[in-house]
């Protein structure tokens, strides 16, 4: 049996990775590769010719250790700077009484669509959708439904979260694939592909607030019965606590790192302020005291879990109030004592979420989009329900529209 097997690219801030993900033997494989990222900063590419070298670097390590031929497309992770994202409605109705297939699925979602951008030629020419997230959907007047394939009614109503993606920086990144011999498969927003990476389907995510904290992005969602009600994005994160250790401490940035992995801590009571460390300057070492470091990081990270906190209580008081369990993954949920901090600001318990298949939380999104492109064969649940409005990017060849199209008779 030929393996199914798909690319994913992460533009990261701090590292460029590319990730085989290779499904056999009922098995799924992650050859996972990275290099340091050049010309990109928060995932916008800066300086071309840079960006095409680190891509063409880490591309080149996968080909090395990869047991198969790397796919000629890729699914490529925006972050939440380059997206946006509005909650809409949209009605259709039958003129008798009418069994819902997937056909009137799509047919309400490419209505939301038209919809969306019907009178706003802002949101026309310089975005484009990327992900339609079915919230619930209404048979007639019957409403709260998960799944309406199958029911039958006279007027179906899908209400959703519509993600957005804006058009220069997807082109941009259009022309960088190509640059490198690749094509888009489909683009997938950062937040919605780190839920995915930690997703546990057993688990019903109610009044849930989901937190992946990156290089140079934070991103978080918050669910309600089981969908994603909120889904926002913050421009901090790990690099910017660097950057505060390096200007406060008057360092430079490999000594900051290493007092960041030696002495780093998201809650500095629990340290002694008599414990001293040293500090390596450029021609002498200065004894400080060791709690300056953790305390430095926290007020830094402290700053952002309140901004999030904020943005939830602006929006609804209620996530805040109600809130039952923090999720935090990406690679800053590797720092100590952070779900110390996360659990007095958000006066909620607090989990460190990894993927499953790798140890390492800062590969939440790019597990995550394998995931995500698996669960879009699995239409049980309505988060699930197979999304058909998407843009083809690059060529399709004969044989792959003919399995698509099989696909979506299905």
């Known amino acids: 049996m030929t393996p199914y097997k798909n690319l994913t690219i992460d533009l990261g801030t701090s590292s460029i990775r590319v990730v085989l993900s290779i499904y056999r033997n009922n098995k799924r494989e992650f050859i996972v590769k990275k290099a340091p990222s050049r010309g990109i900063k928060g995932g916008n590419i800066i300086n071309p010719a840079s960006a095409k070298e680190s891509l063409s670097i880490v591309l080149n390590k996968l080909k090395l250790d990869s047991p198969t031929v790397l796919p ?43 919809e969306l951008f ?24 019957i409403d709260g439904i998960q799944n309406p ?26 022309s960088l694939l190509k640059d490198v011999n690749l094509s888009v498969e489909r683009f997938i927003a950062q937040p919605v592909a780190a839920f995915y990476g930690i997703r546990d389907p057993n688990f019903y995510y109610n009044n849930n607030l989901i937190v992946y904290l990156g290089a140079g992005n934070t991103e978080f969602l918050y669910f309600r019965e089981d969908k994603p009600v909120l889904i926002k994005h ?51 070492t200065v004894k ?52 110390v901090l996360s659990q007095r600001i958000f006066k909620a318990p607090t989990v460190i979420s990894k993927p499953d298949t790798v140890s390492d939380s800062s590969l939440s999104p790019v597990v995550g989009v394998s995931n995500y492109l698996s669960s879009l064969e699995n239409r049980e649940k309505l988060t699930d329900i197979k999304e ?23």
Not at 149 to 167: C, D, E, N
Not at 298 to 324: A, C, H, M, R, W
Request: with cysteine; proline share 3%.
């Open 118 to 141: 019907r009178g706003n030629l802002y949101l026309k020419n310089y975005y484009e959708i990327i992900h339609v997230i079915p919230q619930e959907f209404i048979v007639d007047k």
């Open 388 to 410: 058909d409005i998407r843009k083809t990017y690059g060529k399709v060849g004969w044989f792959q529209g003919i399995i698509r199209f099989l696909m979506d008779l299905i």
């Open 72 to 114: 000629n497309s890729a699914c490529v992770i925006v972050p939440g700077n380059f997206i946006v994202n509005f909650q809409v409605e949209s009605t259709i109705e039958f003129p008798g009484i009418t069994t819902i297939t997937h056909n009137e699925v799509n047919e309400v979602k490419n209505k939301a669509q038209k």
């Open 234 to 284: 913050l421009p901090t994160g790990s690099q910017d606590i660097l950057e505060f250790l390096i200007k406060s401490l008057k360092v430079n940035r490999k000594e900051a790192e290493r007092l960041f992995f030696e002495y780093g801590s998201a809650y500095a009571l629990k340290f002694s302020k008599e414990e001293l460390i040293d500090v390596n300057y450029a021609s002498r």
């Open 288 to 339: 400080i005291p060791r709690i300056v470091i953790p305390a430095l990081i926290q007020k830094k990270l402290q700053g952002i879990f309140k901004d999030i906190k904020s943005t939830l209580e602006n929006e609804d008081p209620s996530y805040v109030k109600n809130l039952n369990t923090v999720f935090l993954t990406g690679g800053l949920s590797n720092l100590r004592d952070i779900e």
């Open 149 to 174: 394939i199958g029911r039958s009614g006279q007027k179906l109503t899908m209400r959703a979260i519509v993600v957005l993606g804006g058009k220069n920086h997807l082109k941009t990144v259009e």
